[in-house]
C-alpha cells in the first residue's frame, strides 16, 4: 500500500490526526522523526517550519502517493510559506484540525491553509469529536490503495 505523508507546524495536531484516522484515541507522543505506520508517514513539525529540513521531507515525499498538510483551526497567524505544498511531487490535500476547540475558527484556517496548500480539497476535522475523519480517511485511503 502506498503512503501519505501528513505535514505541518508543530503541534498542528498532524500525530493525534493520525491516531484518529487509523483508529485509535487519546493524545499523541511528541514526534522526534519520521515515523512509518500503516498507511501514514507522520513528520515532526519542526521540519515543515524550518527550510533546513526541507530537503528530507522532499526526499521522503517521493515514497508518498499525496502530503496531507495540516492546518490548527486555533492558529491565527501562518506558520508555513506561500505554496508550500507545490514544492512537493505529488498531490497534496488539506486538513484543518482541532475543529473542536473553543477557539477554533474554520473560516481563518481554510484562509490560511489555501494559501499554503494552493488547489487541492480541504476537509474540517477534530480527533475530540471525530468530525470529518471518516471522510478524510475515506479520500486518504481511495489515494493510497
Ligand atoms: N481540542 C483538540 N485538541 C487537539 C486535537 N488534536 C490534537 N490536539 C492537541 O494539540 C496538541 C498537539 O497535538 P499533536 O498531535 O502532538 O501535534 P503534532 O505536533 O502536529 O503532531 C496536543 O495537546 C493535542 O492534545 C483536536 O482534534 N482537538
Ligand atoms: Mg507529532
Known amino acids: 500500500m502506498r503512503k501519505i505523508m501528513i505535514v505541518g507546524a508543530v503541534a498542528a495536531g498532524k500525530s493525534t490526526l493520525i491516531k484518529a484516522l487509523l483508529g485509535e484515541q487519546g493524545p499523541a507522543a511528541k ?3 519520521l515515523l512509518y505506520r500503516d498507511w501514514t ?4 513539525g519542526e521540519y515543515s517550519e524550518n527550510p533546513l529540513f ?3 521531507l522532499m526526499a521522503t515525499s517521493h515514497e508518498a502517493a ?3 498538510l495540516v492546518q490548527d483551526a486555533t492558529r491565527e497567524r501562518q506558520s508555513l510559506p506561500p505554496g508550500f505544498a507545490g514544492g512537493f511531487p505529488v498531490p497534496a490535500l488539506g486538513a484543518v484540525t482541532k475543529s473542536d476547540h473553543p477557539k477554533a475558527d474554520a473560516e481563518r484556517a481554510v484562509k490560511l491553509l ?3 496548500l494552493g488547489q487541492g480539497e480541504i476537509v474540517l476535522t477534530s480527533a475530540r469529536s471525530l468530525q470529518g475523519i471518516d471522510e478524510l480517511r475515506e479520500k486518504l485511503l481511495a489515494i493510497v490503495r
Request: hydrophobic share 25%.
Open 31 to 33: 514526534t522526534q522523526s
Open 54 to 56: 526541507y530537503r528530507s
Open 114 to 116: 489555501r494559501q499554503s
Open 66 to 68: 499525496a502530503v496531507l
Open 41 to 44: 508517514i507522520d513528520t515532526p
